[in-house]
């Protein structure tokens, strides 16, 4: 872990975000909250489900747990990829549907919790508790960012109930109808920094004994090339000049790389298309020896 996180840490990398919006974007929601494709092992939701939204903490039942790192893909080695847990994550419970995430670029907020919804943030260590619950069966919202786990689980009056680890760690794939969520992610493959690998040990794809990502197993991944002699691959400056493919995405990371875009990233349109991108709430990474990317676009 310590490694790779002086691996993510190797290059100097300048995030910028900044979105004054409202939602927008594709909207998916579950017609209604059934076990179809949520792996609920309940027959059904309690019946008071939606008649005691205010009155969650009536009763002495407890769910405690961890929230972990996206899991590896399946058949991927186990000596080689690990969960590690995730800090500062939101977890609740609800009756009702979580408000959809939009499936491009938007305005990513922090998701507001009333007192009276039954809500924690997890530990530096991933734990999370959540008590003074009364009985029945809720949808548990695991969320972070883009990342998102909405599972069933039975709340059991005088009891703590330790969650499903599976029920708590993020996906690496990209199902919202299954209650699994990912960011729309595109990657800049530069001359360096391999940041398709990074993105691969921490559980989004699957990786070889060298810490390599396996081709292949990235397809919910975009990538693009910034100078890095990867063939087949469109290259970055197409998706920059076109608005409408640039909107597909919430995360686009661009490592070092030895200037392929610096004529494009001059273009009048291309900056626009940026400044607009970034102000509608997208994440732009770019690494020091990329970061003609942000001067020429942010003087």
């Not at 790192?69 to 800090?87: C, M, Q, Y």
């Not at 507001?112 to 530990?123: K, L, W």
């Not at 009891?159 to 690496?172: D, G, K, Q, S, W």
Request: proline share 7%; glycine share 8%; net charge negative.
């Amino acid at each position: 872990m310590k490694r790779l996180m002086l691996a993510a840490l190797a290059a100097s990398v300048l995030v910028l975000q900044a979105c004054g919006c409202e939602d927008s974007g594709s909207w998916k929601s579950w017609d209604a909250l059934t076990d179809t494709g949520l792996d609920n092992p309940y027959d059904t939701l309690s019946d008071t489900a939606g008649d005691v939204a205010t009155d969650y903490f009536t009763g002495t039942g407890a769910i405690t747990g961890v929230v972990f790192s996206p899991e590896p893909p399946p058949g991927a080695d186990p000596l080689v990829l690990r969960n590690f847990p995730i800090s500062g994550a939101l977890v609740y419970l609800t009756y009702t549907d979580p408000s959809p995430i939009p499936e491009g670029v938007y305005c990513h907020e922090c998701v507001e919790m009333p007192e009276t919804q039954p809500h924690d943030m997890t530990n530096p260590d991933g734990s999370f508790t959540i008590s003074n619950l009364r009985g029945g069966t809720y949808l548990l919202v695991v969320q972070k960012g883009e990342f998102r786990k909405v599972r069933y689980v039975e709340v059991v009056d005088d009891t703590t109930i330790t969650v499903p680890v599976e029920y708590t760690t993020f996906p690496n794939e990209h199902h919202p109808e299954s209650g699994d969520n990912t960011p729309s992610i595109a990657v800049a493959l530069g001359s360096y920094d391999d940041m398709q690998d990074i993105l691969a040990k921490i559980g989004l794809c699957d990786i070889d004994t060298d810490g390599s990502m396996i081709e292949g197993t990235c397809n919910h991944i975009d990538f693009y090339d910034n100078g890095g002699g990867y063939s087949g691959e469109t290259p970055l400056e197409d998706l920059l000049r076109d608005p409408v493919a640039i909107d597909r995405y919430q995360i686009i990371f661009v490592p070092c790389s030895s200037g392929a875009t610096d004529t494009a990233i001059t273009d009048p349109t291309v900056q626009a298309n940026l400044r607009r991108w970034v102000e509608a709430g997208g994440k732009w990474y770019v690494a020091d020896w990329s970061y003609d990317l942000v001067e020429q676009v942010f003087p």
